[in-house]
């Protein structure tokens, strides 16, 4: 008598509170087992994982199972399943078709129950988890859905400041661009709503984080390795071309990684719409070390200026700083003006003509000036498959750790409770027309932790139940790709010292 029930064993358990099928002590496990714990309110039961080609699907389904013989009603109200651990796991929880491979013996995992939402889209809808971005006025936090269990980005911003800057058309224009973005490297959007004092973008969680905060973890990379993200980028460039799109702020910070290692392209607060091949734009803009000499010069500027950054970003990956970089903010503009690039020699010849062409101080004489084909045409870019990148048929070549944080360490400790996260009421003074919906607009948006995937999921995974087992093609390689970077401590010293604000 007195005992707390959650520290009973399995055996003294009530029939109630047990698992349909009784599950093996964690250590009579056999080598190629593992136990995962599924811990729910004041009640912890293993569950035997008999191998890791099961899927996070059948994990869910599972839980359910068990929670539901404790409380039927409990049961129905699970929404997701949590790690408590990284935003990496949380993620790789929710693809439902993922296998079990990224967890370990005697890992927790936590069901979400779903909670109510008002009916209105607003902060209250949310459950802020952390900080992981902070700009020149805007923070971004992970957060999960209450109704839903999904993980997004949130992205807020002061209205005072944003009044009080002047910033409002390019607030509104950021909006208004990542509501027509449909390409697999560039960042969702799914909502925009306001409160009395702010703006939130609700855009697609990448836990894989800046490539910025990758690339100087390791230093730079290999020819081969940034031949990838260039690719990559490279095509977010031309669709963002396509639709009249200047982009004008490329730069590592700005290029995030999602569970995989491929790249989203995210914040087009300096983004131009409407501009052609030969259109022209006269506002001064960029992030210093990026800026092109035009845009130093006069700010007359077109769509060669993201040809510029792109060889500024290529040079930046292949040497570990950008062309020209000065931790004075003003010898460093006069070296982009004037002095010419010099290039390692440990560049390969099809890398330096590719840097010479793209980093051309007159635009007319960049490559790209006539149209995207001239860069692709190179001998650095001739054996590029452009469809399969596109179809992301091409593998990472760095893949984000998913059981630790990818964030930058600066954001550990900022608290999610200031006034950033308050005052969830609607109001739209001075911001009319910034909300949005993905679901309302009848966007084809795909949120792929979305449970109304999870039926069909379940459907397959019941199988698995009786076969023990469920096999899945893609994952077959996930063990020996989870990476990891240490810190070169010296890099870090100097590199950090890299002005991140926009001018």
């Known amino acids: ?7 009973l064993s399995y055996t003294q358990r009530p029939q109630s509170m047990r698992p349909t099928n009784k599950p093996k002590k964690p250590d009579a496990l056999k080598e190629d087992t593992k136990s995962l714990i599924i811990s729910s309110h004041s009640y912890s039961f293993p569950l035997i994982i008999p191998d890791d080609t099961l899927t996070c699907g059948w994990l869910l389904s599972e839980s359910i199972r068990i929670i539901a013989d404790i409380n039927s009603e409990l049961a129905q109200q699970v929404v997701a399943l949590s790690s408590g651990k990284s935003e990496g796991l949380d993620c790789w929880l929710l693809l439902y078709e993922r296998t079990l491979v990224a967890f370990k013996n005697n890992d927790k995992i936590i069901p979400i129950f779903a909670e109510k939402v008002p009916e209105r889209m607003s902060l209250a809808h949310f459950t802020l988890l952390k ?4 700009g020149g006025f805007s923070y971004v936090t992970a957060a999960r859905k209450k109704d839903t269990g999904q993980l997004f980005a949130i992205k807020t911003m002061s209205k005072a400041f944003v ?32 409160s009395v004092s702010k703006l939130y973008l609700v855009l697609e969680l990448c836990p894989g984080g800046e490539l910025f905060y990758h690339l100087h973890n390791i230093g730079r990379f290999t020819e081969e390795q940034a031949k990838f993200y260039f690719s990559e980028v490279m095509l977010a460039l031309e669709y963002l071309h396509n639709m009249r799109i200047i982009y004008r702020d490329l730069k590592p910070e700005n290029i995030l990684l999602d569970i995989d290692g491929h790249i989203r392209v995210t914040d087009f607060g300096l983004s131009k719409q409407n501009i052609s091949l030969r259109g022209r734009s006269y506002s001064i803009c960029g992030s210093p070390e990026y800026m092109a000499p035009e845009m130093l010069l006069s700010g007359e500027h077109g769509p060669s200026v993201d040809f510029y950054t792109l060889g500024a970003l290529l040079y930046e990956m292949l040497t ?52 995207i084909e001239e860069i692709k045409s190179t001998e ?120 991140k604000n926009k001018s």
């Not at 008598?1 to 520290?7: L, P, W």
């Not at 390409?183 to 925009?192: E, G």
């Not at 950008?322 to 890398?351: C, F, V």
Request: hydrophobic fraction near 30%; charge should be neutral; aromatic fraction near 12%.
């Open 163 to 194: 009044l009080g800057e002047g910033k409002t058309e390019q607030i509104m224009i950021e909006k208004e661009i990542l509501m027509k973005m449909k390409h697999p490297f560039i960042v969702s959007m799914y909502w925009a709503f306001q």
């Open 320 to 371: 570990g700083l950008p062309p020209y970089y000065d931790k004075s903010r003003s010898k460093m503009q006069w070296k982009i003006i004037n002095e010419d690039l010099e290039i390692p020699n440990y560049i390969s010849k099809a890398g330096k003509d590719l840097l010479s062409g793209l980093l051309q101080k007159k635009p007319e004489n960049r490559l790209g000036f006539n149209g």
């Open 380 to 499: 650095f870019c001739r054996k590029i498959n452009w469809e399969a990148f596109y179809t992301k048929k091409v593998k990472p070549p760095l893949r984000p750790h998913i059981r630790a944080s990818n964030f930058d360490p600066e954001y550990k400790d900022m608290k999610i409770d200031n006034e950033y996260f308050t005052e969830p009421v609607y109001s739209d003074v001075g911001f009319e027309g910034f909300e949005y919906d993905y679901k309302i607009e009848g966007e084809e948006i795909k949120i792929q932790n979305d449970m109304s995937n999870y039926s069909s999921v379940i459907n397959t995974t019941t199988v698995s139940l009786n076969n023990s087992r469920l096999k899945n093609t893609e994952d077959s390689r996930e063990k020996s790709e989870v990476w990891s970077t240490e810190i070169s401590r010296n890099d870090e010293q100097l590199l950090r010292s890299k002005t």
């Open 1 to 7: 008598m007195g005992q707390d029930e959650s520290t």
């Open 131 to 134: 900080v992981i971005g902070k």
